[in-house]
């Protein structure tokens, strides 16, 4: 039976706001490897402390829905503050992420030699997702515009809330982690503040690993902004992570973005062309190329065919030749 996200402020919201922590709270203590081909900024951490980033971010969005009830904010106004929402929430964790490793090393008294000052966040669209979220949990799901999702607003599943609610918790996590490693100046000495500190990967234990890492991610972010994004949006979907019993994982949903499609850049549009021409074309040409092939290896195989009856016909004569002059 599907369960249904309740439509207005109610006990009943409150009692499936207070469910949905409580049961993405169990989840973090499952799996939290990143089973995709995805390159995350926390991929950097070793379970222990992407278990704890992921617990503050939990902590810290639950302050913040009780500040948005508390302070009695519109749905209007909620729209115009929600990038500022969403930059502060990830310096706000990323602050707090670091203030936990030097409170640790404070009690084996060593003493956090770094001064962090976080740089505005890489605006990806996952503020729209945030927005949605936000007035699921504060207005309810008649908040939602009709259009946004492929479903009746007054039935909107609960699994389809909970997924947002899992992809807010491990995106904060990738650009706080990414606003932490802007901070530093180069490679060796983000190397050397994870192992001093010991909350890396064991897949990062080097300098140059962690090149790698950077530059696949580089690559990985050029592709999504020029190609993958602008695809997302014009086939009206978005990628979301989920907190899964076998790791992280990627997921498709349906997501109307209409005016952001309108404001794509020159450079996106063009890409976006040239995908939608090879995705008309190159399956007429590859139609083409397979009955070409199919026709050359009939004709092929009817020559030799036809060769090998002559060249049975030819032995026959022989032999009869051959019998008759005996």
């Known amino acids: 039976m599907t369960k ?32 995709t081909n995805h390159y995350l900024y926390t991929d950097l951490l070793n379970d222990k402390n992407k278990k704890k980033l992921l617990i503050i971010i939990l902590k810290e969005f639950e302050i913040l829905i009780l500040d948005i009830i508390e302070l009695n904010i519109q749905k209007k106004h909620l729209t115009k503050i929600n990038y500022k929402i969403f930059h502060d929430f990830v310096n706000k964790v990323s602050k707090s992420f670091i203030k936990t490793i030097d409170e640790y090393q404070k009690e084996k008294g060593i003493l956090l030699e770094y001064s962090f000052q976080y740089p505005i966040i890489y605006n990806d669209g996952n503020e729209h997702l945030l927005k949605y979220l936000l007035f699921y949990l504060v207005f309810g799901s008649s908040s939602i515009d009709q259009k946004t999702f492929n479903f009746n607003k007054f039935y909107t599943p609960y699994k389809h809330v909970q997924i947002l609610f899992e992809n807010l918790i491990v995106q904060t996590s990738n650009l706080s982690m990414e606003n932490i490693c802007r901070d530093f100046t180069s490679i060796e000495e983000l190397f050397l503040f994870l192992r001093k500190y010991n909350i890396c990967h064991s897949m990062y234990i080097s300098p140059r690993s962690i090149a790698l890492f950077f530059n696949n991610l580089y690559w990985q972010n050029l592709m999504h902004i020029y190609i993958n994004k602008p695809k997302e949006i014009y086939s009206a979907i978005q990628q979301v992570w989920i907190l899964s019993y076998r790791g992280l994982i990627i997921k498709n949903i349906y997501l109307a973005r209409i005016k952001i499609c309108q404001n794509l850049n020159k450079m996106q549009v063009f890409l976006l062309m040239v995908l939608e021409i090879r995705d008309i074309i190159v399956p007429k040409i590859e139609n083409y190329v397979v009955i070409i092939v199919k026709y050359i290896i009939y004709v092929m195989l009817s020559i030799f065919s036809n060769i090998t009856i002559l060249v049975i016909r030819l032995i026959s004569l022989y032999n009869k030749k051959i019998i008759n002059n005996k």
């Open 4 to 35: 249904y996200w309740p439509n207005h402020q109610s006990a009943e919201l409150n009692y499936h706001i207070a469910l949905l922590f409580k049961i993405t709270y169990k989840k973090l203590f499952q799996n939290l490897s990143n089973n």
